[in-house]
């Protein structure tokens, strides 16, 4: 390997987009810089009591301009003759309507402030109603055309997000020329794409998320969608039928780009895809071991060979694609709608009566209890015996995505008491969401699919031992905490390095420059038997609210 070979890794988060610069001969951090989305942080475009997410692109613009160019500030003017490639991950789905030239509507005039021309967050849920009626219009063919998502359709995808918006904005329905992923869009900005039909789509993003399957010949056919609904005559077509891994590249940094970031034109830009899917790579994923990135939600993927997994089909997952983690393997995906932002529900709600009620020119004492309450409640809630605990929770906060995706399912406490404080209802949260976690492993495992041990990954699973240690205890199973803090980033230099053809293949990528892992928590047998009993009970008050439509 020549000296000094370098790639770039960009991590499009919820909140804020991430970069790392990094050596490929180890994958050791040359520099790295993180960016708050501006407009997103104002809470500009978003009405959470409608459950409408919706981003800029301009964040997304300024936020990689800035992060990248900062890296290289920080490793000095040698570091960036050395870049050899950059490859992103984002949120998904996490979609935009675009014009011919491939520009997103809200970037072009009289759309700047229109929220149904901006990106479509993974967690807007506005499109509740269209994802009902595909999974009913999808029993009407004869060809199971939601087998590889699980058989459930969900309002975070492509399709539901899609036609919502035709119905609801006539002018940005008159104006889109077709839609696209935050991930396939990026690597064609940064490639200088004038024209939406030279767009590569990620097997990623249109395989978990679109419908896309080889076995379809692609997409489903035209009369799928035009008989759902005719607003989506002549969609499909303009999504093309092939698509690419992640390991492949999408050309090369474009005039205009290179100029901004400091960067030569001949730096690779790696095929997208999503953070779950690339954080699994720089958390070492294994076969048959579930990577489980803990957020503000979690996603969680699961790889094994093709050849052993071909036909079986796991219902209620978010999808089963081929080479949609690593080439060459079945990439599966499930995860929780809430799971970082149930604690910080609890946080906010418990904040409540100082920021609101403090009167004018007063100091605020929450700011600097918003940092820590989190940690607090941990310690206080470690301390409680879980035989002892009343409280049982349903961690459906923000829906639930597996098993079996339904977003119109609100969240549950049972067994309260005068006796109940914060760190009995802090520990009744943590715990209903790694019985949500038991529920996917199990639908796995019913389903043929063997789950032989626990990737954690992301802020929550290196930040919280009480809730890993909690996880281990109600899965009965050993988690590893990989030792990145960045895992996203550090996977998408991953395959950066392999698109700039540093390494032959991901699988190499991931073994010289994976960081290992920090902690491992074991099953403590007192208590596992424990939470079996309180999981029966989380499973009873599930159905219940479901069944009972609460």
Request: hydrophobic share 40%; proline share 5%; aromatic share 8%.
């Amino acid at each position: 390997m020549e000296q000094d070979q370098f790639v770039i890794g960009v991590d499009f988060g919820t909140d804020s987009v991430r970069s790392v610069l990094v050596d490929t001969r180890d994958g050791s951090g040359i520099a790295s810089s993180v960016m708050a989305y501006p407009r997103w942080a104002d809470g500009l475009f978003c009405d959470p009591s409608l459950n409408r997410f919706r981003q800029h692109p301009l964040d997304y613009q300024e936020g990689l301009e800035r992060t990248i160019t900062d890296c290289l500030s920080q490793a000095g003017p040698a570091a960036a003759r050395s870049v050899r490639a950059i490859s992103v991950d984002t949120t998904g789905s996490t979609p935009v309507a675009v014009d011919e030239t491939g520009t997103p509507l809200s970037l072009t005039p009289g759309f700047e402030s229109d929220p149904n021309a901006m990106f479509v967050l993974w967690k807007d849920h506005t499109s509740v109603r269209e994802a009902e009626e595909l999974n009913l219009h999808a029993t009407r063919f004869p060809v199971q055309y939601l087998q590889y998502v699980g058989g459930i359709y969900s309002s975070e995808w492509f399709w539901a997000k899609l036609l919502h918006i035709l119905r609801e904005a006539p002018e940005v329905r008159g104006a889109c020329r077709t839609w696209v992923e935050h991930c396939d869009w990026i690597p064609f900005l940064l490639t200088g794409g004038k024209n939406i039909r030279d767009l590569k789509r990620g097997i990623c993003a249109a395989g978990h998320k679109a419908l896309w399957a080889e076995s379809f010949g692609g997409y489903p056919p035209e009369g799928f969608f035009s008989s759902w609904d005719p607003l989506l005559t002549g969609f499909v077509s303009r999504l093309g039928t092939r698509t690419f891994t992640a390991d492949q590249s999408a050309g090369t940094l474009c005039q205009a780009w290179a100029t901004r970031l400091g960067l030569s034109t001949r730096v690779a830009v790696g095929i997208g895809a999503f953070d779950a899917h690339m954080g699994a790579v720089g958390g070492q994923i294994e076969p048959y071991h579930l990577s489980k990135v803990m957020g503000t939600s979690t996603c969680d993927m699961l790889v094994a060979p093709v050849g052993e997994v071909a036909g079986t089909l796991v219902r209620g997952i978010c999808g089963q694609v081929p080479g949609s983690v690593i080439p060459g393997m079945m990439g599966m995906e499930a995860g929780q709608s809430a799971f970082g932002d149930t604690y910080a529900w609890l946080r906010d709600l418990l904040l409540w009566p100082l920021s609101r009620l403090r009167a004018g020119g007063e100091a605020r004492p929450e700011e600097g209890l918003r940092e820590t309450l989190i940690d607090r409640l941990n310690e206080e809630a470690m301390k409680l015996d879980p035989a002892s605990c009343t409280e049982i929770s349903v961690d459906w906060l923000n829906g639930r995505r597996t098993p079996d995706a339904n977003q119109d399912l609100r969240a549950a406490l049972a067994g309260l008491n005068l006796g109940t404080g914060a760190p009995e209802l802090f520990r009744a949260l943590a715990e209903g969401t790694c019985f949500g976690a038991r529920a996917i492993v199990d639908r796995f495992v019913s389903q043929g699919i063997p789950v032989r041990g626990l990737i954690g990954i992301g802020g929550v699973a290196r930040k919280s031992p009480f809730i890993m240690q909690m996880m281990a205890d109600t899965l009965d199973m050993p988690l590893r905490i990989h030792r990145s803090g960045q895992t996203c980033a550090a996977g998408a230099a991953m395959f950066a390095a392999t698109v700039a053809g540093i390494y032959p293949e991901v699988g190499e990528a991931m073994r010289a420059m994976g960081q290992g892992f920090e902690k491992e928590y074991v099953p403590h047998p007192s208590r596992t038997g424990i939470y079996r009993q309180r999981y029966q009970k989380y499973l009873a008050l599930g159905r219940f609210i479901s069944e009972e439509g609460l």
